[in-house]
């Protein structure tokens, strides 16, 4: 039995705030008080099987305030994911950073709940065509974004994430980059290296997220005329026009520290409705501005799969690798925490 239950009255107060699109994403006493019982046997299970729950920031938000130990973004879950002692990991995200905890983890059993098994962008390219390219660009040194599977990852030689990406690629020893699998991310990559003086050779793949590249001008130009106190606060992924308008860009932690330390009061959040979300909740003087897109990888991840992933795992649920593929995979993250913190 918990020591401490979660009342409904302490979960509407986290979500009260959140108002987002259809019922969906709109949060009511009465809704929490139907949401409470099952939060509180997940958490229960919890305590009972060692495990932890590490939610990524896209996640809805019942399962953010409800049950998660750990929220942040991509870089952040990796370092957390390394650092927690339970013997389970439920990563309430997409598979890949599942494989990512599981790359730094073998030991632990590592459980991914999400129904729908994908992410645009990982989808887009696979261990032949990086075999391939490497044949072509034989100088190149190749950086993966982490939305890449392990495999991916194992035929690569560092993996990057939004929050670290330029300074990866300004620190690895090398004049000659690919970058994949993002156009936008590799775009603003070349633009941004540029932009520094660095005299470095960026190459990029052709893959895009199809939340983020939804996004244009007319976004900002919208939002400029009606709001134009708001400030534009934008995820690497969306497109070099985009960020070239844009107050600030960074990973989705980022762009929540950022929205933490500036006076400003409204904001229009270019990235999934997740973060939107956060920042109803976690700063309610702050106005969000403007629409979001949702991620259906992300948002296929429910209170209900999570409890039956704890409770009686099915075969999709575990993170299972190929253990060669483990290990080169494992290098690529390793030479990401050297280089980013260097
Ligand atoms: P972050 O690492 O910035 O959270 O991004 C992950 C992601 O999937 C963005 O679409
Ligand atoms: Fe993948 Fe885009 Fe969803 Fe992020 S938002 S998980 S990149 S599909």
């Known amino acids: 039995m918990l020591k401490t239950q979660m009342t409904a009255q302490q979960l509407y107060e986290k979500l009260k ?8 994403c709109q949060y009511s006493l009465k809704k929490c008080e139907e949401l409470v019982p099952l939060i509180n046997e997940i958490n229960e299970l919890k305590e009972e099987k060692n495990a932890v729950i590490l939610a990524h920031s896209y996640i809805s938000p019942e399962i953010i305030y409800g049950v998660s130990d750990f929220v942040g973004d991509s870089y952040k879950l990796s370092r957390d994911a390394l650092a927690t002692s339970a013997s389970t990991i439920v990563f309430v995200a997409v598979r890949f950073m599942g494989e990512t905890a599981k790359i730094l983890n073998p030991e632990k059993e590592v459980l991914v709940p999400a129904v729908m098994d994908g992410c645009s962008l990982a989808d887009s390219i696979d261990a032949q065509t990086v075999r391939d390219l490497r044949r072509r660009y034989p100088q190149h040194t190749f950086l993966c974004y982490v939305n890449t599977r392990a495999d991916v990852k194992a035929e690569c030689d560092v993996t990057v994430t939004s929050a670290n990406v330029y300074k990866v690629a300004q620190n690895v020893p090398n004049d000659k980059i690919y970058f994949l699998p993002d156009k ?12 520094q003086g660095s005299k470095k050779d960026i190459q990029f793949y052709s893959g ?54 500036t006076a400003s009061k409204q904001f229009l959040m270019l ?49 299972l690798l190929d253990e060669a593929i483990r290990r080169r995979a494992l290098k690529t993250i390793e030479a990401m925490f050297l280089y980013a913190e260097k």
């Not at 936008?184 to 932009?195: A, I, P, S, T, V």
């Not at 979001?292 to 409770?311: E, H, P, Q, V």
């Open 17 to 24: 705030n959140v108002k987002l699109g259809s019922s969906v």
């Open 184 to 195: 936008f991310m590799g775009q603003n990559l070349k633009n941004h290296m540029e932009r």
């Open 208 to 261: 895009t997220c199809y939340v983020h590249e939804e996004y244009g001008m007319d976004d900002i130009l919208k939002i400029r005329l009606e709001y134009p106190e708001a400030k534009i606060v934008s995820h690497p992924e969306c497109n070099s026009t985009i960020i070239d308008n844009s107050d600030f860009v960074g990973s989705t932690e980022q762009m929540l520290g950022f929205m933490r330390q």
């Open 271 to 319: 990235t999934e409705c997740g973060l939107s979300a956060r920042l109803q909740s976690e700063f309610p003087d702050k106005q969000l501005v403007g629409s979001c897109t949702m991620c259906k990888f992300m948002k296929s991840n429910t209170l209900g799969d999570i409890l039956r992933a704890l409770k009686a795992p099915v075969e999709r649920d575990r993170v």
